[in-house]
């Protein structure tokens, strides 16, 4: 499968197998599952994830991990402009030559930033307004809370990840893969699945599917406490799963009874286990906590 080639008025080509080994190679980039490098190789794909991220033109995209340009070529050709955070100094210096070559007239759309992804904590304007990545596995859930909790500007999310990180995000309460991860993207808005992605689509090929999975950012509960007391309640929820609640938060409120009163000024049932709370209920537990108790 060879790059597309140009007609009138088209976006910029896409890569294919054929030009993603070719760049690796020009650049002597070697796949490395440390930093979960795995590139798209189909065309079709890069369209679906566009597809799917429902840009406008006047959008400004944040990708993490661009790798060889796959994605970011798709992006370039639907939003405003594209902000591009890599962390391996090679492929964040090649990146806006692969542009050049397969999309001259969006060079100036582009943005790169040399950086590991967990470290920013701000962006060069103008603020990104999409977060749209093929997200890499090892790390994929603490880059999506980083960046939600650190750009607000961040509206809508479409993110590729591991299916069975897929599963936890979007995960409800009482389902049994909801934890920590599905409580702390309920927070931020309104998270679902969006499609499966075969693993045959990347090289190398994953020994997993992927998932992607979109978010709309929505406020987060009103009146309660607020995100760090929130979400130090679910983590402790959740760091032991089998016990009730007026165990698993006794470290946190004090004791076990401190932990049932603050429990039941916010309605919750002490013998209530993590995994069946919302994030609506972890934020009143939270504020409770905070709460002088009679």
Known sequence: MNAEKPSPAAGPRLLGP?????????????????????????????????AAADLQPDDVVLEVGPGLGSLTLG????????????????????????????????????RVVAADALDLTDL????????????PYNVAVP?????????????????????????????PPGSRVYGVPSAKAAWYGDVRRVGLIGRQV?????????GLVAMRRRPPPAGHAD?????AVVDAAFSQRRKMLRSALADLAGSPA??????QTAG????????????????RVAKALREPQG
């Open 75 to 110: 992006l370039l050709g639907a939003a405003t402009s594209v902000t591009a955070v890599e962390v391996d100094p090679v492929l964040a210096a090649a990146l806006p030559a692969t542009v050049e070559e397969f999309a001259p007239d969006r060079v100036d759309r582009l």
């Open 18 to 50: 054929a030009e993603v080994r070719s760049l690796a190679h020009r650049y002597g980039v070697r796949p490395t599952r440390q930093r979960g490098q795995n590139f798209v190789i189909d065309a079709n794909t890069v369209r679906r994830i566009v």
């Open 124 to 135: 060069p304007r103008p603020a990104p307004t999409a977060l749209v990545a093929n997200l």
């Open 227 to 231: 995100r760090e007391a929130t979400f």
């Open 268 to 283: 919750v049932d002490p013998r209530a286990r993590g995994e069946q709370l919302s994030i609506e209920d972890f934020a």
């Open 143 to 171: 880059v999506l809370l980083h960046l939600l909790s650190n750009l607000p500007s961040l509206d809508r999310v479409l993110v590729m990840v591991q299916r069975e990180v897929a599963d936890r995000l979007v995960a």
């Open 258 to 263: 401190a932990a049932e009163r603050a429990l």
């Open 202 to 210: 990347f090289w190398p090929a994953p020994r997993v599917d992927s």
